[in-house]
């Protein structure tokens, strides 16, 4: 399990911006990995998932050393259109971390639009 406060705090952005949170929300999760290949297989999974418009490249390195000598990450983002309901987020992100860990990498969370 993971921890909610990060999705809580989200959720609690978007309604203050006046978000209907009963309406599907244009949402993107994103998704680091140490390898191409294993981002590759988390984007299959995605897919087969329903998941659209699903990208992976290697990420910006933060510094010319770790341009050159690395290490390297990978991302995999991915977009869906899902009701951003509190038990449906959280459940989303159970499965996001757990498909993350299964490829050795990290799910680092998740924006939606403001629908309302």
Same mark, same amino acid.
């Given at each position: 399990?993971? &921890?909610? &406060? =990060?999705?809580?705090?989200?959720?609690?952005?978007?309604? *203050?911006? =006046?978000?209907?949170?009963?309406? @599907?929300?244009?949402? #993107?999760?994103?998704?680091?990995? +140490? $390898?191409? $290949?294993?981002?590759?297989?988390?984007?299959? !999974?995605?897919? *087969?998932?329903?998941?659209?418009?699903?990208?992976?490249?290697?990420? @910006?390195?933060?510094?010319?050393?770790?341009? #050159?000598?690395? @290490?390297?990450?990978? *991302?995999?983002?991915? !977009? #869906?259109?899902?009701? @951003?309901?509190?038990?449906?987020?959280?459940?989303?992100?159970?499965?996001?971390?757990?498909?993350? !860990?299964?490829?050795? =990498?990290?799910?680092? =969370?998740? +924006?939606? $639009? #403001?629908?309302?």
């Amino acid at each position: 399990m993971s &921890d909610r &406060d =990060g999705d809580r705090r989200v959720l609690a952005a978007m309604a *203050s911006h =006046g978000a209907d949170l009963t309406k @599907p929300a244009h949402t #993107i999760h994103y998704l680091y990995f +140490e $390898s191409m $290949s294993d981002a590759n297989q988390a984007a299959e !999974e995605l897919k *087969s998932a329903g998941y659209k418009n699903i990208r992976t490249h290697r990420s @910006p390195a933060t510094s010319l050393w770790q341009r #050159i000598f690395g @290490p390297h990450q990978y *991302s995999c983002i991915a !977009e #869906i259109h899902a009701v @951003p309901e509190e038990a449906a987020v959280f459940a989303t992100t159970d499965r996001m971390t757990a498909l993350a !860990e299964r490829y050795g =990498g990290d799910y680092d =969370g998740w +924006e939606a $639009s #403001i629908e309302k």
